[in-house]
């Protein structure tokens, strides 16, 4: 859950030079604090927990994105992993490369939900053990294909204590855009930046709150 942070000691002057440089580069003053907050973060904490909330269309082009950027994983010393349903493009090529599937069998995500969802979440606590994850979890995506509020529901559970690591939240284009603008929004905004894939181009973005005013200046 986002919470609001007030910074003091800054002066008219800084402040009006960090506005300068946020509309020079068409973002917000609060994704430039964010942004640095992230990085001071990851400086300071030799084991980060974050999860990036991936919206795509595409599995294989997800697929794509995790192998382009595994050997970086590996030299990170991060622990990768995946879960994904049966016939998934996941399973042949991460295995391949090495990647744990933690996937729990058998998949019977169709017939309980939310007793399947215990047990993959146990499954992904003892692979959190074994060292901080590069992970992704597809059945996430195939949980949210059937009931949004579900996967809400575990976003909240899992953001109150992440598994140490990077772990991707894959969520398909389509059931974002058919959920609530208020569950939409809370899911960004537990994410937040958050990343849209297009092909095999990655897009990162940030959420701030606007006053409409704002519409009529340059």
């Not at 382009?68 to 990768?80: H, T």
């Not at 969802?117 to 053990?129: Q, R, T, V």
């Not at 575990?154 to 990077?166: N, V």
């Given at each position: 859950?986002?919470?609001?942070?007030?910074?003091?000691?800054?002066d008219?002057?800084?402040?009006?030079?960090?506005?300068?440089?946020?509309?020079?580069m068409?973002v917000?003053?609060?994704?430039?604090?964010?942004?640095?907050?992230?990085?001071?973060?990851?400086?300071?904490?030799?084991?980060p927990?974050?999860?990036?909330?991936?919206?795509?269309?595409?599995?294989?082009?997800?697929?794509?994105?995790?192998?382009?950027?595994?050997k970086?994983?590996?030299?990170?010393?991060?622990f990768r992993?995946?879960?994904?349903?049966?016939?998934?493009?996941?399973?042949?090529?991460l295995?391949k490369?090495?990647?744990?599937?933690?996937?729990?069998?058998?998949y019977?995500?169709?017939?309980?939900?939310?007793?399947?969802?215990?047990?993959?979440?146990?499954?992904?606590?003892?692979?959190?053990?074994?060292?901080?994850?590069?992970?992704?979890?597809?059945v996430?995506a195939?949980?949210?294909?059937?009931?949004?509020?579900?996967?809400?529901?575990?976003?909240?559970?899992?953001?109150?204590?992440p598994f140490?690591?990077?772990?991707?939240?894959?969520?398909?284009?389509?059931?974002?855009?058919?959920?609530?603008?208020?569950?939409?929004?809370?899911?960004f905004?537990?994410?937040d930046?958050?990343?849209?894939?297009?092909?095999?181009?990655?897009?990162?973005f940030?959420?701030?709150?606007e006053?409409?005013?704002?519409l009529?200046?340059?």
């Amino acid at each position: 859950m986002a919470k609001d942070l007030h910074i003091r000691n800054i002066d008219e002057k800084e402040h009006s030079e960090l506005s300068k440089i946020a509309d020079e580069m068409g973002v917000s003053v609060n994704s430039i604090v964010k942004d640095a907050i992230d990085k001071w973060l990851l400086q300071k904490s030799d084991v980060p927990k974050k999860h990036f909330l991936l919206i795509y269309d595409d599995d294989k082009a997800v697929v794509e994105l995790l192998k382009s950027v595994d050997k970086i994983a590996q030299e990170q010393g991060l622990f990768r992993a995946f879960c994904a349903p049966p016939n998934h493009p996941s399973k042949k090529t991460l295995t391949k490369l090495g990647w744990l599937d933690g996937t729990v069998e058998p998949y019977t995500l169709d017939e309980d939900p939310k007793k399947y969802a215990e047990k993959l979440g146990k499954e992904l606590s003892k692979i959190s053990k074994k060292g901080p994850l590069f992970g992704i979890d597809f059945v996430l995506a195939d949980i949210a294909s059937s009931s949004f509020a579900d996967a809400m529901q575990i976003e909240r559970d899992y953001d109150k204590d992440p598994f140490p690591g990077l772990v991707f939240c894959p969520y398909k284009a389509q059931d974002v855009m058919s959920s609530s603008v208020a569950e939409a929004m809370e899911l960004f905004l537990m994410h937040d930046p958050f990343y849209i894939l297009k092909d095999n181009e990655l897009y990162k973005f940030h959420v701030t709150k606007e006053s409409p005013h704002k519409l009529f200046l340059n």
